[in-house]
């Protein structure tokens, strides 16, 4: 197990298309998150799995934005109509459960919308 | 409204020299601690952590230290190398229903000089 692999490291799109990033965990972990981290801040969260199931979502995941993780591995976050605001990188990372400690980051998704 | 605050943005630290990083927190139900350092192109990384009911907690050449009256943690290095070179995150957590969703302050660049 190589950690968290997310896909592709860097994507740039125009204003309005659809993107949609992947997060493959650390197999056992059974907690996937997604955090958002623009220049000059620490990530922030969006939203989190335990399992399939999305038991958390940040008010920053607006209704553009939707995540799944249908087996309860890997897990996509979509932006739909994306925007410049849109512009960060987009971090995954998988934990084992309550009591882990911290989290296992993958390196991120960079996205620029022109 | 920033719960987890890192007031300086950079810090330079002669090699060998103890390098001190400070964080403040506002919400006093946070009860969990992480340090996490981050290289550029690479997801950050944990290094240490501590519980509410310590006030230290030391791994090798890095010690972090809680002030829970004064809702102050900091991170000492030492010795500092150049190789610790890089972004370092305070993030905090107050336990919840539905799991450990840390706030993460907006970090703090270490640079060692040789």
């Known amino acids: 197990d190589t950690g968290v692999s997310q896909n592709p490291r860097h994507k740039i799109t125009k204003r309005g298309q659809n993107v949609t990033f992947r997060c493959d965990p650390i197999s056992e972990h059974n907690r996937l998150y997604w955090y958002r981290q623009t220049l000059g801040q620490g990530p922030e969260f969006l939203t989190y799995f335990q399992n399939e199931a999305q038991l958390e979502k940040s008010r920053l995941l607006s209704d553009r934005f939707s995540a799944e993780r249908p087996k309860g591995s890997f897990s996509t976050l979509e932006i739909q109509r994306t925007e410049q605001g849109d512009s960060a990188m987009y971090l995954c990372a998988s934990s084992l459960g309550q009591g882990a400690v911290g989290y296992t980051f993958g390196s991120g998704t960079r996205l620029t919308v022109v | 409204d920033q719960q987890v605050k890192q007031n300086s943005p950079s810090l330079s630290v002669q090699e060998g020299r103890i390098s001190i990083l400070n964080c403040d927190y506002t919400n006093s139900m946070f009860d969990y601690f992480l340090w996490y350092k981050k290289y550029p192109a690479e997801g950050p990384t944990f290094l240490i952590s501590?519980?509410?009911?310590?006030d230290k907690n030391e791994d090798g050449r890095f010690t972090v230290f809680l002030n829970k009256s004064a809702k102050h943690l900091s991170l000492h290095i030492v010795p500092s190398q150049p190789g610790d070179s890089a972004v370092y995150f305070c993030?905090?957590?107050?336990?919840?229903?539905?799991?450990?969703?840390?706030?993460f302050g907006p970090g703090t660049r270490l640079s060692v000089l040789p």
């Open positions: 501590i519980s509410s009911i310590k």
């Open positions: 993030a905090a957590s107050a336990w919840d229903n539905y799991g450990q969703n840390f706030v």
